[in-house]
């Protein structure tokens, strides 16, 4: 039984538009508030409660971030059993946002696919926020750093 998602969730928008602002330049430095979900939700990187085979593939893409992009690191981050959330760091001549999640997606997939191929791994797209305030910034940090103790309360959880 699938628990009714209330919040993200591309079904309810069939006509989805760009959730990136227009003309604004994802590689300007700042920390971005980024949520990447697995295709329809589906629960591909925990079992009993803790990283699975394939969410440590996940796991180790995050972590390789910023030897592939130095000027770009992941602050924080946690993976779920559906989701991924990260601040990810951008300065200055750092790579847009869009293209650091594109490369960690397509390695996971990569990854991924050696051990079950074919598998659709990813939804389309992503969510990111800017952070603009240090209060806005511990308010991130303590959701990501609380997400796994209420992934059951959690807006992405499935049974």
Request: net charge neutral; charged share 20%; aromatic share 12%.
């Amino acid at each position: 039984m699938v628990k009714k998602n209330e919040c993200m969730d591309e079904d309810r928008f069939p006509n989805r538009k760009s959730p990136r602002i227009p003309g604004y330049d994802y590689a300007t430095p700042n920390y971005y508030f980024i949520t990447i979900c697995t295709h329809q939700k589906k629960c591909l990187f925990w079992s009993d409660h803790r990283l699975n085979p394939l969410g440590q593939i996940a796991y180790d893409a995050v972590m390789q971030i910023p030897a592939h992009f130095p000027k770009n690191w992941v602050d924080r981050f946690v993976i779920m059993p559906n989701h991924i959330h990260m601040i990810l760091v951008v300065e200055p001549g750092g790579a847009d946002t869009s293209v650091v999640v594109g490369s960690l997606k397509s390695y996971v997939t990569r990854q991924v696919h050696q051990i079950e191929p074919g598998l659709t791994v990813w939804q389309t797209s992503y969510h990111d926020h800017g952070i603009r305030s240090r209060e806005r910034y511990q308010t991130i940090l303590q959701y990501i750093e609380t997400n796994p103790i209420r992934w059951e309360k959690d807006c992405f959880y499935v049974e």
